[in-house]
């Protein structure tokens, strides 16, 4: 929320929403002297790995404006890879900073869960959900973080841990840092140019200094069932104020009230949004809850025991941030399971709770950006920032977006 400013949250329930306040992130941007330049369209309620499900239309990547820009915060991601603006705020639920970052070739973080305060973002899913910072560099994001992290009574969830100057953390130096590498993780559903760049990045990584070691995050496959069941729950339940009622878009049509709460959400809600409703309700459903909701909040604490043990080896682990390069827009609108499979590789970070960042490691065959992803362990933000930032500028992205006006 930018006081002053519509929140729509890509969606017509919200279209003429204007914030009557600023959330804590953007407060603290411009104490710090920031210039909030506008809003960017984004995946309805961040409910979209594309940026196709918007109700305002579709992003388009600015490297080639046939292929999707990644969501959620695709918007985000058009802007920053476009050099409009030098950093950009975005939510994060599953992936929504890291894979756009990823396919706009640019750094994008999603820090731990209680590192930012939330006050003010719209919420999705509320065990899940982070405010993210894109940079079209890594000290971009380390100036961003260092003015809104940090403890906030406005949410309870925020962390009271101390904040260090993430700039001054970017030294450089990562001899010894040893990188966790999940041999399972790179091989079957990685598009050949993303597998290759992985490998490179790994061999890259130990040209300055970094010490690779075998590590194994055993429940990490079950992380996109999971995150679908717990995500689309919270969504059904947060989604259920937004009922024509208290404040937003209200049917027209309507024969009486319960009439009007169906065609409300009917047309105000497009069908990405409604999909995981639905899901979400049917998984909190009696005779189902304990078949699908408690189980996967089970799974979901063995996915946060892996990353806990992976870190007693490894300082910080290695994976692709997505399987492939930026898609075709319209190529997987149809295919709800794939689009949901671009975030195999982000979603158990939010899951666990614990920090990772997204940076450039090429370009792959078609001329497009590849990612490569750095998580770290609970408040270790600095930590990948540093390697990510010693990699950036040892392996810089040799190339930029057709569309760049910066």
Known sequence: CVKGMQATCGSRILANYKA??????????????????????????????????????????????????????????????????RAALGSETGGSVR?????????????????????????FASSLDNIGIFGQHVPDIAKVLSAIAGRDPLDSTSADVAVPNYAAELTGDINGKRIGIVRDLIGEGLDPDVKNSIEDAIDNLKKIGAVPVDITLPHAKYGIAVYYIIA??????NLARFDGVRYGFRSEEADGLRDMYMKTRDEG??????????????VLSSGYYDAYYSKAQKVRALIKQDYTRAFETCDAILTATSPTTAFRIGERLDDPLAMYLSDIFTVSANLAGVPAVSIPSGLASDGMPIGLQLVGNFWGEAEILRIAGAYETAFPLVGRPSLFVG
């Not at 930012?116 to 973002?121: C, D």
Request: net charge positive.
């Open 20 to 85: 009557h306040y600023d959330a804590t992130s953007v407060e603290r941007l411009k104490a710090a002297g920031a210039i909030i330049v506008g809003k960017t369209n984004m995946d309805e309620f961040a409910m979209g790995s594309s940026n196709e499900s918007s109700a305002f239309g579709t992003v388009k990547n600015p490297w080639d404006t046939t292929r999707v820009p990644g969501g959620s915060s695709g918007g985000s991601a058009a802007a920053v890879a476009s050099g409009v603006v």
């Open 99 to 123: 894979q756009p970052a990823s396919f706009c070739g640019i750094a994008g973080l999603k820090p731990t869960y209680g590192r930012i305060s939330r006050y003010g973002l719209v919420a």
């Open 232 to 237: 689309t729950a919270e969504a059904s339940s």
């Open 269 to 282: 809600f497009g069908a990405e949004v409604k999909r995981r409703i639905l899901l979400g309700t049917y």
